[in-house]
């Protein structure tokens, strides 16, 4: 295969380029920009660039570049929001396992650095494939819109 035609990741090569923080502006969008939840302190949102199917962000409310910056009642809500995240992905797509994680700083892997945020990356068996490792891509088996109305209980699976 010559080309793997990806025209949603434009989208992100350009999004790239923004001075807004999207958190921010997620945040303060309707539920159909994927927030799966919101609480007092912390919203969950898939990732429309996902790693891996099923894969959410966890995020505080406030604009915070680290964990250093959290108050107490802050850090608990993503932490609650995160393992009621994971328990939800449990229960609808049932993965073997999970990368859980918080990248800070540009070394540190965080594409957004301004914004605190948890992923959430649901893992199964033999996930990874010849795409992943010979073709520099990865293949997600389900689009964001049925897999947002199957977390928001839209549909029942």
Excluded at 12 to 24: G, Q, T
Excluded at 35 to 51: H, R
Excluded at 86 to 94: D, G, S, T
Excluded at 97 to 116: C, D, E, L, M, S
């Amino acid at each position: 295969m010559d080309k793997l035609w990806a025209p949603w990741r434009s989208k992100f090569v350009k999004a790239r380029k923004r001075k807004e923080c999207i958190f921010c502006l997620k945040n303060k969008q309707a539920k159909d920009k994927f927030i799966i939840k919101k609480s007092k302190f912390a919203f969950a949102i898939l990732n429309i660039y996902p790693y891996n199917n099923g894969h959410v962000m966890v995020s505080p409310h406030r604009h915070v570049k680290d964990l250093k910056g959290l108050n107490d009642a802050e850090l608990l809500d993503i932490i609650k929001m995160t393992k009621e995240m994971q328990v939800l992905l449990e229960k609808k797509l049932r993965p073997h396992g999970f990368n859980i994680g918080i990248n800070t700083g540009k070394v540190g892997g965080a594409g957004y650095r301004g914004h605190v945020h948890i992923h959430i990356v649901p893992r199964w068996e033999g996930d990874t494939n010849f795409m992943p490792v010979t073709g520099n891509t990865k293949v997600i088996p389900q689009s964001l819109k049925e897999l947002y109305k199957i977390l928001t209980n839209l549909r029942k699976p």
